[in-house]
């Protein structure tokens, strides 16, 4: 499934984290690219190790703690500490890949099962040409490029690249989640059963709202794992 989740950050919030990365320190995205994506991996990373870089970091994840649609499409177990990185210049794309399927956190070694992927826009597309973040999958290609503050999310087992950047600089924030619901298909059906809840019990709760909640339920505990 792939998803848009529009607003996570609101321009105040974007512009303050923006404020945060450029007091942090930038290095090659190389140094943290895996065996395949070394030779496609053309951006620049920023460093997690500063006071600033942490505090981006505690922003998002506070915005995701906010966001009921991103818990209902994502169903997080756990979520690898946002990153941030910027295409401009030399450094501008990312060709095809498929992310790692285990990542591991610099600081503690903690290691977190990607399951999702997310990208969240903090620059105006307005202020930058190419960049689209190409999404292959059974569903088809999807070329996405979104509004600064809206994420995307999608299987990471797809296939992806971003485009070169032709002017103007992207900077944007990624990460992965481990979900408590391992399969994309069940997270699907748990999605779309939970949309469709949230719109019948807008029509006031009754004896089927309540039955159809209690199975929503009984099917997270089947699938779930925590
Ligand atoms: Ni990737």
């Known amino acids: ?23 942090g320190v930038w290095r090659d995205g190389r140094a943290t690219a895996g065996g ?7 951006n620049e990373q920023l460093r997690t190790d500063s006071d600033a870089a942490q505090a981006a970091q505690e922003q998002v994840l506070q915005a995701l703690q906010r966001s009921a649609l991103f818990f209902s499409a994502a169903l997080p177990n756990r ?20 992310d790692g399927a285990v990542m591991h ?12 992927s997310c990208t969240l826009f903090l620059t105006d597309p307005a202020d930058y040409e190419g960049g689209e973040l190409v999404i292959q999958d059974t569903y088809g290609t ?3 490029k979104l509004p600064a503050g809206h994420m995307v999310l999608y299987p990471s087992t797809s296939v992806h690249r971003v485009e070169p950047v032709t002017l103007g600089a992207r900077v944007s924030c990624f990460f992965w989640v481990q979900s408590m619901v391992r399969s994309d298909e069940q997270r699907r059906l748990l999605f779309d059963m939970d949309m469709n809840l949230l719109r019948l019990r807008q ?8 039955g159809l909640t209690g199975t929503y339920h009984n099917l997270l505990r089947m699938w779930a794992e925590v």
């Open 1 to 23: 499934m792939l998803l848009s989740i529009p607003d996570v950050l609101s321009l105040d919030d974007v512009r303050n984290v923006r404020t945060l990365l450029d007091q």
């Open 36 to 42: 395949q994506a070394i030779h496609a991996k053309q």
């Open 79 to 98: 979520i690898f500490p946002p990153q941030f990185n910027r295409y401009s210049g030399d450094t501008n794309t990312y060709g095809d890949h498929v």
């Open 105 to 116: 956190t610099a600081r503690t070694g903690d290691k977190v099962r990607s399951d999702v």
């Open 142 to 144: 999807q070329r996405v």
């Open 203 to 210: 029509q006031g709760e009754n004896p089927m709202t309540v």
